[in-house]
T-cell receptor, first 114, second 113 residues
Framework: AQSVTQLGSHVSVSEGALVLLRCNYS??????LFWYVQYPNQGLQLLLKYTTGATLVKGINGFEAEFKKSETSFHLTKPSAHMSDAAEYFC????????????FGAGTRLFVKA | EAQVTQNPRYLITVTGKKLTVTCSQN?????MSWYRQDPGLGLRQIYY???????DKGDVPEGYKVSRKEKRNFPLILESPSPNQTSLYFCASSFDRGYTEAFFGQGTRLTVV
């Protein structure tokens, strides 16, 4: 069975500091991996995804994530936080063998201090 | 404009009174899903559909039904709602299983009293 663990339900950084949001997954088959962002009272927006190929993926708003199979991780990073990055972030995993079952992590709320 | 439209956005109902939350997408997507979002639990997939008349259970299907008679619509049916189904519900659609972006609706906040 697949599962996703996001370490830290809340992360606080200063504006301009590195953002690191952690995601570890378990999957018995090669996964598709996703990061979504949710702003207050809104739906989810895809930040980036890993399907195949290059393990370092770049997304919108300066975010990137690296798929590390040996560590079963897909951590999200951004070199310099901006106030507008304050939101909730979700990591998700989907198996790539034919189904569409998708498992989300519990989410990490990012706070950005001025 | 490409979008996923859910209705209603807010709903308060009583235990046992059947309700339907509609979801419609205008992008000719084959894949659609329903999720519920609860604090501290993230999103949990209720049901998904990979094409017309093709639906399957997600992680938390108990107490819900879905149908996919047309490509654009994927309604979520609660035959006998209970208070533990109070939640924020999202519908999502995508063209494929992961290569292209998934679009989410704005959400339906359901309260069952």
């Amino acid at each position: 069975a697949q599962s996703v663990t996001q370490l830290g339900s809340h992360v606080s950084v200063s504006e301009g500091a590195l953002v690191l949001l952690r995601c570890n997954y378990s999957s018995s088959v090669p996964p598709y991996l996703f990061w979504y962002v949710q702003y207050p009272n809104q739906g989810l927006q895809l930040l980036l995804k890993y399907t195949t190929g290059a393990t370092l993926v770049k997304g919108i708003n300066g975010f990137e994530a690296e798929f590390k199979k040996s560590e079963t991780s897909f951590h999200l990073t951004k070199p310099s936080a901006h106030m507008s990055d304050a939101a909730e972030y979700f990591c998700a995993v989907r198996d790539n063998t034919g189904g569409f079952k998708t498992i989300f992590g519990a989410g990490t709320r990012l706070f950005v201090k001025a | 404009e490409a979008q996923v439209t859910q209705n209603p956005r807010y709903l308060i109902t009583v235990t046992g009174k059947k309700l339907t939350v509609t979801c419609s997408q205008n992008m000719n997507h084959e894949y659609m899903s329903w999720y519920r979002q609860d604090p501290g639990l993230g999103l949990r997939q209720i049901y998904y559909s990979m094409n017309v008349e093709v639906t399957d259970k997600g992680d938390v299907p108990e107490g819900y039904k879905v149908s996919r008679k047309e490509k654009r619509n994927f309604p979520l049916i609660l035959e006998s709602p209970s208070p533990n189904q109070t939640s924020l519900y999202f519908c999502a659609s995508s063209f494929d299983r992961g290569y292209t972006e998934a679009f989410f609706g704005q959400g339906t906040r359901l309260t069952v009293v």
